[in-house]
């Protein structure tokens, strides 16, 4: 199922499916963050961790987050653990993907408006409960402007990973 990339100018304008993942060190707010995506009438895509698990790792819930935004089947992702940086440098490896560490909402409302960021990655460990659902409500609210300097700037971007993305290897006709 493919889903609609466009964010909603607002909650009561639609709804999106949204992948969530956490390791351990953001397991204290994927719950918190989980139930606001669902008040707010969004389908939650939960990734995992499912159990608390001090020696899961980041990089396996990023990606999978990552890969169901760029395949397309949820609109947006976000990826909790310490910092939100590992998160974002993971979720940043699969071309489609704009993963943005958010820890205001400035930067995360600005982030979507101005360069169309899809995957928010926070740290657990950098922000406290309030403060987090104040960032993905800002998140949830924005959408890409779409402005001439953002779309000039967006089609760089996606310039720049074409270039680099990796072409799956054809078959040799030894």
């Not at 199922?1 to 992948?19: L, V």
Request: hydrophobic share 40%; proline share 5%.
């Amino acid at each position: 199922m493919r889903c609609d990339r466009s964010p909603p100018t607002g909650y009561a304008s639609g709804t999106m499916r949204i992948a969530l993942g956490c390791d351990h060190a953001g397991w204290p707010l994927k719950e918190g963050i989980a139930d606001l995506l669902r008040r707010l009438g969004h389908h939650v895509v939960d990734v995992g961790a499912h159990t608390f698990d001090p020696d899961d790792d980041y990089p396996d819930f990023a990606y999978a987050v990552a890969e169901l935004v760029a395949s397309g089947r949820c609109a947006r992702g976000i990826v909790i653990c310490g910092s939100g940086v590992g998160a974002a440098v993971v979720a940043n490896k699969v071309p489609g993907v704009r993963a943005a560490v958010c820890h205001d909402t400035f930067s995360a409302r600005q982030g979507v408006e101005d360069d169309d960021v899809n995957v928010l990655c926070l740290g657990a460990r950098v922000v406290g409960p309030g403060l987090a659902l104040d960032v993905v409500r800002a998140w949830l609210e924005a959408r890409f402007s779409g402005e001439n300097r953002h779309a000039r700037r967006l089609a760089k971007l996606l310039e720049i990973e074409a270039r680099y993305a990796r072409k799956p290897e054809q078959p040799r006709g030894d």
